[in-house]
T-cell receptor, first 112, second 116 residues
């Protein structure tokens, strides 16, 4: 069964460093999302992406964040200058239709 | 705007007992509703969904949920808990009929423990 994959599974970085989280959505899907889950808190929407542009973004998704679909398979989330409060589990999701979003296993980011 | 309320953070049941996890939603437009499960150190797996068809929906692993518009609820049930059901459960809402490009709004999740 097709699935969303994410790399790396864990990332440790120093505050102020740039990180890139990578996702490979399900191959025939056209809509892509990033969510995050700070430890012990709810899953929060960050951004949605369609047709090579951002469709919607949350207040969390400030100028430090960017997304890109550099080729036909990858979907990336970049954090330019990480802060301690960026430590979280980041989930990528994709959908091909109006109903179900399929989630990847997540990348656990720890900013020291 | 949409929101989800999942009261309580932890539910504990005995193996074989009924599981009931509550979810109430708020939505300004007809909603689509989802339950996702997260096992330790894993991602979010879809359990079931309501998308304006039958109000009683059945999902994987014996779970089901009923959409009650009058109560703005979408509670998750399973007649008989199994040890393998121990996980965190998230209720989520999105705008129905909004096309694919519509974000999910999650509740804070409920941890289900199953006692032998």
């Amino acid at each position: 069964e097709p699935e969303v994959t994410q790399t790396p599974s864990h990332q440790v970085t120093q505050m102020g460093q740039e990180v890139i989280l990578r996702c490979v959505p399900i191959s025939n899907h056209l809509y892509f999302y990033w969510y995050r889950q700070i430890l012990g808190q709810k899953v929060e929407f960050l951004v949605s992406f369609y047709n090579n542009e951002i469709s919607e973004k949350s207040e969390i998704f400030d100028d430090q964040f960017s997304v890109e679909r550099p080729d036909g398979s990858n979907f990336t989330l970049k954090i330019r200058s990480t802060k301690l409060e960026d430590s979280a589990m980041y989930f990528c999701a994709s959908t091909g239709g109006p109903e179900t979003q399929y989630f990847g296993p997540g990348t656990r980011l720890l900013v020291l | 705007a949409q929101s989800v309320t999942q009261l309580g953070s932890h539910v504990s049941v005995s193996e074989g007992a009924l599981v009931l996890l509550r979810c109430n939603y708020s939505s300004s437009v007809p909603p689509y509703l989802f339950w996702y499960v997260q096992y330790p150190n894993q991602g979010l797996q879809l359990l079931l969904k309501y998308t304006s068809a039958a109000t009683l929906v059945k999902g994987i692993n014996g779970f089901e949920a009923e959409f009650k518009k009058s109560e703005t609820s979408f509670h998750l049930t399973k007649p008989s808990a199994h040890m393998s059901d121990a996980a965190e459960y998230f209720c989520a809402v999105r705008r129905g009929w909004a096309g694919a490009n519509s974000k999910l709004t999650f509740g804070k999740g409920i941890t289900l423990s199953v006692r032998p």
